[in-house]
């Protein structure tokens, strides 16, 4: 069953990320050149008017990509040749890279490790990483890649998986890009892919030849399976949907300018502010003014898009 979250025949949308704690979507789109986000509900299914949230200062967005964690959007543009961050809404840009790109395209996030993977199809192809302030810049995958579309993360086997258009193929690597696979490679069957995503034990692509869906095995040669046509329409972005990931919780924060933990108070939802003496046991998360947060991990899935979340079991000492 296809449902249809919003229809604007004028519109040319890229690339497609969300945000699962807050039922955010994101979406790039080339003309006119932005980005935009809506508030949908898979409970009843209703979608509110998109708001636009970077119309400025930029040329060609492609690939999007939500950080729930930090609460940052993250996006390529073509047109710059820069990998941008800014807040859910478009506010706080920062430029994280802006020098060798030629045409970068896809854009995936390890938040655990703070890392950015992107792939590049202009005259040197190529996938890198860096880290979230853009430092500590590598190139992974430099051979064997000519329009690398689409890339996908899997964060439980640490693996990257991509798919190439012009060599009509899906491959993987390890994080770092030793261990390259040959997941698939077939001028009819995969065509000419443009997105892919990973899910357990599938990757799922749209082909541009086929006007489709499909998922197939992660196990190396294996065939392709239809899951829905779709024509006349080239399918650009995917992102797959878990409904299933837990239950959310949800925090109050714990702030303190002067980071002394005696200093510390509740930040609770009517504004009242109270004594870390009378804290209950419960989620939190820890946050001073200058930026710093506690714990540094970053939580799992099920803790829909909080940022540092800790259990309380008493008082902060």
């Not at 996006?75 to 030629?102: K, Y």
């Not at 390890?174 to 892919?196: A, Y």
């Amino acid at each position: 069953m296809i449902e249809k979250v919003m229809i604007d025949p004028s519109s040319e949308v890229v690339a497609v990320d969300y945000h699962p704690g807050q039922n955010l979507i994101f979406w790039t789109e080339i003309e006119p050149p932005t980005i935009s986000r809506l508030h949908y509900s898979l409970i009843d299914n209703v979608a509110t008017a998109v708001t636009v949230i970077i119309s400025e200062s930029i040329e060609k967005p492609e690939g999007i990509a939500i950080d729930p964690f930090q609460d940052h959007v993250y996006w390529v543009d073509s047109g710059t040749d820069q990998i941008v961050r800014a807040n859910l809404d478009g506010s706080n840009r920062t430029v994280i890279v802006n020098s060798s790109l030629d045409k970068p395209r896809a854009i995936e996030l390890d938040p655990s490790n703070e890392m950015i993977y992107f792939s590049d199809w202009g005259s040197t192809p190529k996938i890198e990483r860096c880290k979230f302030d853009g430092s500590n810049r590598q190139a992974i995958i430099t051979t064997d890649v000519y329009w690398p579309n689409g890339i996908a993360l899997d964060l439980t086997e640490e693996r990257l998986f991509w798919c190439d258009a012009w060599f009509h193929q899906i491959k993987s690597a390890n994080f770092d890009g030793s261990d390259v696979q040959l997941i698939r490679k077939s001028s009819f069957q995969i065509g000419h892919p443009f997105d892919i995503e990973v899910d357990g034990n599938h990757l799922y692509f749209g082909s541009w030849n086929h006007d489709a869906l499909f998922k197939i095995s992660k196990i190396p040669q294996s065939s392709p399976e239809l899951i829905v046509e779709i024509p006349p329409y080239d399918p650009m972005g995917l992102k797959i949907y878990r409904s299933d990931i837990g239950n959310c919780y949800n925090y109050l924060s714990i702030e303190d300018e002067e980071k002394r933990s005696t200093g510390y108070s509740l930040s609770s939802p009517n504004e009242e502010y109270l004594s870390d003496e009378g804290l209950e046991p419960g989620w939190y998360r820890i946050i001073s003014e200058n930026g710093d947060h506690m714990p540094i991990s970053t939580p799992g899935v099920e803790k829909c898009g909080t940022k540092n979340p800790i259990w309380l079991n008493g008082n902060i000492s």
